[in-house]
């Protein structure tokens, strides 16, 4: 079984930046991919964006492209999102979730276990 936490959301105004971590623990010689999904009141769950294993591979929604960086340290357990030119619209609760396998990348089917999510809210 894999624990996931994340931190580091909060309050930020437009054209601000904000890094989220999501520290694992629990798992013993899994190699997860790793991935970033969000969810606004009222929406459906959105991905953001997801990273390899080995960091060889990403992938960023469109939304998000150019502006957020998905990165990890496995030494740590730990992946980060760096979220630059935040806009208002990227206000949500956003997941963190580990995969074992991942085809398309996109959809939440893929991945095995998830974080209890952390707040980020920017204002105009």
Same mark, same amino acid.
């Given at each position: 079984?894999?624990?996931?936490?994340?931190?580091? @959301?909060?309050?930020? %105004? #437009?054209? &601000?930046?904000? =890094?989220?971590?999501?520290a +694992?623990?629990?798992?013993?010689?899994? *190699?997860?991919?790793? @991935?970033?999904?969000? %969810? #606004?009141? &009222?929406?459906? =769950?959105?991905?953001?964006? +997801?990273?390899?294993?080995?960091?060889? *591979?990403?992938?960023?929604?469109?939304?998000?492209?150019?502006?957020?960086?998905i990165?990890?340290d496995?030494?740590?357990?730990?992946?980060?999102?760096?979220?630059?030119?935040?806009?208002?619209?990227?206000?949500?609760?956003?997941?963190?979730?580990?995969?074992?396998?991942?085809?398309?990348?996109?959809?939440?089917?893929?991945?095995?276990?998830?974080?209890?999510?952390?707040?980020?809210?920017?204002?105009?």
């Open positions: 079984q894999e624990r996931l936490v994340e931190s580091g @959301g909060g309050l930020v %105004q #437009a054209g &601000g930046s904000l =890094r989220l971590s999501c +694992a623990s629990g798992s013993t010689g899994g *190699n997860y991919a790793m @991935g970033w999904f969000r %969810q #606004a009141p &009222g929406k459906e =769950r959105e991905f953001v964006a +997801a990273i390899s294993f080995k960091s060889a *591979n990403t992938r960023y929604a469109d939304s998000v492209k150019g502006r957020f960086t990165s990890r496995n030494a740590k357990n730990t992946v980060y999102l760096q979220m630059n030119s935040l806009k208002p619209e990227d206000t949500a609760v956003y997941y963190c979730a580990a995969a074992t396998v991942l085809t398309l990348w996109v959809y939440d089917y893929e991945y095995d276990y998830w974080g209890p999510g952390t707040q980020v809210t920017v204002s105009s």
